[in-house]
């Protein structure tokens, strides 16, 4: 049983930054794909971004591309998501998952993954 805390959320306003971190409790961590996904007010769980086991394979959501970066540091089991040029409509609750092997280097959905923190709110507005 893999355990993540998200932090890092807040306030920001239009065109500035945020550093999300996602704590997982065990070095098991490091054998999961990590991904991100956020979830608006009235609107479905959305996919931002996930990084391999390896860190060595990244893949992003168009909306998000060329403004935010997905990474992790195994040794510490932690992962993070630096964003950037943030916009309103990225305003949303935002959750780190873990992903086992099973589902390969950069899954996507949310049924493939395995493990889900509690979410961290960004809210961006001037």
């Known amino acids: 049983q893999v355990q993540l805390v998200e932090s890092g959320g807040g306030l920001v306003q239009p065109g500035g930054s945020l550093r999300l971190s996602c704590a997982a409790s065990e070095g098991t961590f490091s054998l999961y794909a990590m991904g991100w996904f956020r979830q608006a007010p009235g609107k479905e769980r959305e996919f931002v971004a996930t990084?391999?086991?390896?860190?060595?394979?990244?893949y992003y959501a168009d909306s998000v591309k060329g403004r935010f970066t997905i990474s992790r540091d195994n040794a510490k089991n932690t992962g993070f998501l630096q964003m950037s040029r943030l916009k309103s409509e990225d305003t949303a609750v935002y959750y780190c998952a873990a992903s086992s092997p099973d589902y390969g280097l950069k899954p996507q959905h949310p049924e493939e993954y395995d493990y889900w923190g509690q979410g961290t709110q960004v809210t961006v507005s001037s």
């Open positions: 990084i391999s086991w390896s860190g060595s394979t990244t």
